[in-house]
């Protein structure tokens, strides 16, 4: 019953989302009042129906009926409770309604925050959502439904993925969907603006803080992934370049560009057209993101979640949305765009190549994931694209974005004299060049140029960033008050560049002095990397609640001293018959130990000597603890107060709004 | 003119639509290989171990064996790795072919992850790949004992797939 409740709802949710998407269009060309604001009460509705649909499933997961062909395949009776309410996103149909639940919680939030905007603008947007939710909901429901009966009932679920059977994914999907998903306001927000041909800084204002707050959950989406891969898949990896971490990596790449450029639309009122590219364009990376995931037309460590004939529908989908919003910039733009006075010479000159930088990384990235696809479609053979093409060129667009940050900071708007702007800076990059230098000798022990290179770029990141804080605050009589005057905008933008810089000194050090050993020890054997002394004690099977699992115990001392002790397990999940490496880490600020269970060398004998693998990975946190920062300050950048005054102060209907 | 500048985005999502309009149609997953009931095209490699001796189609015959292309480079490798140990533990034979790879990095890499292969053939250029049609590591062919292939699985070698397509083929084959 609860199963055809949560159906029912979703058929329910997708009337609405018509109403939502065609009422207030055709309100619009009318100029009838009333028939725009309904877009509002019927996202608010929509919401709620998908609520009550999510509610459903969850409680299917929690009862473990397994008559629900989704949670029979996905769950299990002995599969800890917690785990079975992530299962709910645990493979397709699933992630789907977690994909259309924060698609309708955004158009809610937009529905509640953005009242007060121009009765246009605020109705477009949500029809706009409202006309992708219906493609998501005819996507689950003619193709993916969740709530399907299976018949014959089976005794028991062929359980979750053992993969997802982590803390990390608990979280990961959800923040990950949310940032993707959030791109679609600032599409939506793209698409008003096209359709009003109203697109000024007003309009530039209120699609900050909504693209903020999708990035900063991308952010953190795209972090916990890493810190997942690195924990679970038991290779010490962070990043592989995969095509679905790729996937993630470009909307990423395209919404930090976003981000900026909305900086200059706002402040300058130029690169109206651009802007308006980057919302379409940073979406539809996100519709593209779901289509390499569920199509199967790339080949990944995610591949497990794929159907091509689903891919179908995605693409015809991607089509409508994406084709549609560019058609529509491509006939639209053109007229909105005033011919402003634009200098290289200023902080929207630098931040013009900012974008330049990050929109060739994005390209350069869907090149290097597509190549093999293009290749084998033209018939011309068969390639693959690793790590060391991504990475090389990744460095190389990089580098000088990171210099640009520091630049940025002191330069100022309209027009500047660049010399006289980077003077201040000259006691900087000496501190940068000197210390990023040393820091690999100092905390190392040894040289490197890859390492020096990168923390050069991390401290003039770090310092460049800092010192325009600093220079606010000194202008001000005292330090409180120095403090205050700093808009929470301007923190928030510096706590995310300090992040940059510290994920570069992370990444920097973490690639380039890790250390890897692949040892077989027997009980009471040790190895030792560096100062750094291995003992393993042997293992000890332990039964957990759906896994067996081969606990190792390894004790690590350094020079001599005990310093913890590392539990790597190797578990075998028996309803699925596959065995998972969980490493074992032992972390500070400065380095990473990490443990992973080989396998035993005589099979039968998990008592005698095992392959392991040691890892030495320094400041492999900071990588992590960049990407938290980047999260942290687009909280603040987004909760900044000039965005709510700026819907007060807009809160009248503009006459005239639509611009032929 | 001007506005022709603004028509390059829409075409360029067309360009990518057609692009994975075909990818779609060349799916690994959907599209059997042709040389499936065919002879398992003629190589012959240097093997892993003993260094010095290769490996030819000859001697995988007489009794059913899992050819497996894969590289210590290749992630869908490491996730289907576990269920070839369980295989080669149940007396499954599998021979590896190590395609597109270094032997000192698969050594590096089986000592790590553990060695499910009776054998090891180094495909250095990624010839013999080519020859079997190989559209990327991980895949997996079944071959009979009279050296036909019965079954190719694209990408990783799945629980599902060993027990529906792979399994009953080599019983059968016996």
């Given amino acids: ?660 | 003119m001007r506005y022709v500048r603004y028509t390059v985005p829409v075409v360029i999502l067309l360009l990518l639509i057609f692009l994975f309009y075909r990818g779609l149609a060349l799916d690994p997953r959907e599209v059997p290989s042709p040389l499936v009931g065919k002879a398992a095209p003629a190589f012959e490699l240097p093997l892993l171990e003993p260094e010095g001796q290769s490996l030819t189609p000859k001697a995988l015959g007489g009794r059913p064996v899992l050819v497996n292309f894969f590289a210590s480079w290749c992630a869908g490798c490491q996730v289907e790795h576990p269920l070839l140990m369980e295989l080669s533990k149940q007396g499954v034979e599998i021979i590896g072919m190590d395609y597109k790879d270094e032997p000192a990095d698969v050594r590096r890499w089986l000592q790590r992850h553990g060695n499910p292969y009776r054998q090891v053939a180094i495909d250095r250029v990624g010839q013999a790949g080519l020859d079997w049609g190989v559209y990327g590591v991980p895949e997996t062919y079944v071959l009979g004992p009279d050296g036909t292939i019965l079954f190719k699985q694209i990408g990783p070698v799945t629980p599902q797939a060993w027990e529906r397509d792979i399994r009953p083929l080599l019983v059968g084959a016996r």
């Fill in chain 1, 1 to 660: 019953m609860i199963p055809e409740l949560g159906h029912f709802a979703l058929w329910l949710a997708l009337a609405v989302g018509l109403v939502q998407a065609i009422v207030p269009t055709v309100g619009y060309a009318r100029r009838n009042l009333r028939w725009m604001s309904i877009a509002g009460a019927a996202s608010q509705v929509q919401f709620l129906l998908v609520v009550v649909s999510y509610l459903c499933l969850s409680e299917a997961f929690r009862q473990n009926d397994f008559s629900v062909a989704y949670v029979a395949a996905n769950s299990h009776s002995a599969l800890p409770l917690i785990y079975r309410l992530s299962a709910v996103w645990g493979a397709h149909e699933g992630s789907l309604l977690l994909w259309l639940l924060m698609l309708s919680g955004w158009a809610f939030a937009v529905s509640i925050f953005n009242r007060r905007l121009p009765a246009d603008i605020s109705s477009l947007v949500l029809a706009a959502l409202g006309a992708v939710s219906v493609g998501f909901l005819l996507f689950m429901l003619l193709t993916s439904n969740p709530f399907d009966r299976a018949f014959p009932i089976p005794l028991e679920g062929r359980d979750l993925n053992p993969l997802l059977q982590d803390p990390g994914l608990i979280i990961h999907p959800p923040m990950l969907y949310m940032g993707y998903v959030g791109f679609s306001v600032a599409f939506a927000f793209a698409i008003a603006a096209l359709v009003t041909g109203r697109m000024d800084s007003a309009w530039a204002r209120w699609a900050r803080p909504w693209t903020t707050t999708a990035w900063l959950f991308l952010t953190m989406g795209i972090t916990l992934g890493s810190w997942w891969a690195y924990n679970e898949l038991g290779w010490g990896g962070w990043w592989f370049w995969d095509p679905v971490e790729n996937a993630s990596f470009m909307p990423w790449l395209v919404g930090t560009a976003l981000i900026h450029s909305l900086a200059v639309t706002e402040k300058r009122g130029l690169l109206q057209s651009w802007t308006l590219l980057l919302s379409i364009v940073a979406f539809s990376l996100s519709l593209l993101g779901t289509f390499l995931v569920r199509s199967g037309v790339l080949v990944s460590v995610h591949a497990f979640a794929t159907d091509p004939a689903r891919g179908v529908f995605i693409l015809a989908f991607l089509g409508v949305v994406v084709g549609g919003g560019l058609l529509l910039y491509a006939i639209r733009a053109p007229k909105l765009v005033r011919q402003g006075e634009m200098q290289l010479a200023s902080r929207e000159g630098l931040l013009l190549f900012n974008n330049v930088f990050l929109v060739v990384t994005a390209a350069m990235v869907l090149f290097g994931t597509l190549f093999p696809l293009l290749m084998d479609a033209l018939d011309l053979g068969k390639y693959s694209v690793g790590p060391p093409y991504f990475n090389r060129m990744f460095f190389l667009l990089m580098a000088p974005l990171a210099v640009l940050v520091g630049f940025a900071g002191v330069v100022s708007w309209k027009r500047a004299n660049l010399v006289e702007s980077f003077k201040p800076l000259r006691l900087l990059a000496l501190v940068a060049v000197v210390l990023g230098i040393a820091l690999p000798f100092v905390t190392q022990g040894q040289g490197s140029v890859a390492a020096s290179a990168g923390a050069v770029l991390a401290v003039w990141v770090l310092v460049t960033s800092v010192q325009e804080v600093w220079r606010r605050v000194r202008a001000k009589p005292s330090l409180a008050a120095g403090l205050r005057s700093v808009p929470r905008g301007a923190w928030g933008m510096t706590l995310a560049h300090i992040g940059l810089g510290v994920w570069t000194m992370g990444v920097a050090f973490a690639s380039t002095f890790n250390v890897e050993k692949d040892v077989r020890l027997g009980s009471g054997q040790s190895a030792d990397i560096g100062r750094y002394e291995f003992r393993f004690d042997g293992v000890t099977h332990v039964e957990g609640p759906n896994f067996k699992s081969d606990t190792g115990h390894v004790v690590v001392s350094y020079r001599g001293r005990e310093i913890a002790t590392l539990n790597p397990e190797k578990r075998l999940y028996p309803s699925q018959g596959s065995v998972m490496t969980e490493a074992a880490v032992d972390h500070n600020p400065l380095r990473d130990l990490y443990v992973a269970m080989g396998e035993p060398i005589d099979k039968n004998d998990a008592n005698g000597d095992w392959a392991l693998r040691l890892y030495y990975k320094p400041m492999m946190r900071l990588v992590w603890f960049g990407g938290v920062l980047m999260f942290f300050g687009g909280i603040l950048a987004a909760t900044d107060r000039r965005y709510r005054l700026a819907q007060r102060a807009s809160a009248s209907i503009p006459d005239g709004a639509a611009a032929a």
